[in-house]
């Protein structure tokens, strides 16, 4: 009964945020067409600047995770853990099932949805291997230091 329950919570959960999706892209992208009407936006590498910068973010956040279920995962192992830490990144980010199974049904051939896709994987899986091992590089470090 938990896990049926737990699953109804996961479902609505996700029809929120569905239901808020929905309903900003049938307006919003119209609206901010509207704003935008006359402003001209030029690339620049300081966009680029700030984008790194605040790219810590997500790593704060990732790091964050791992620290708060660190616990289970080093019962684990390192590389168990990465691997399933990189699969909840990519499924918190509708990556890991979603965005590729919408490439598919907007009609997007199957080689350009795989390639799309693949560099998406790839930032997470990148992460979340950073995450887990450096985070217990950085425990092992600071332990024999500490001893």
Do not use: C
């Not at 896990?3 to 609206?31: D, Y």
């Not at 620290?67 to 691997?83: D, E, L, P």
């Amino acid at each position: 009964m938990k896990i049926i329950l737990l699953l109804v919570v996961a479902a609505m959960a996700s029809f929120s945020g569905f239901v808020v999706h929905v309903f900003t892209v049938e307006w919003l992208s119209q609206w901010v067409g509207a704003q935008m009407q006359g402003i001209e936006v030029k690339p620049s590498w300081d966009v680029r600047y700030v984008a790194a910068v605040t790219s810590v973010e997500i790593g704060l956040g990732a790091l964050g995770l791992y620290y708060f279920g660190r616990q289970k995962f080093v019962q684990i192992g390192r590389f168990k853990s990465a691997v399933i830490f990189s699969v909840l990144l990519l499924a918190l980010n509708g990556r890991l099932i979603r965005q590729p199974l919408m490439d598919f049904v907007i009609s997007n051939p199957w080689h350009v949805a795989i390639v799309q896709n693949t560099f998406n994987w790839l930032v997470w899986i990148l992460m979340g291997f950073i995450v887990v091992y450096g985070y217990e590089i950085v425990v092992t470090l600071t332990d024999k230091k500490n001893a």
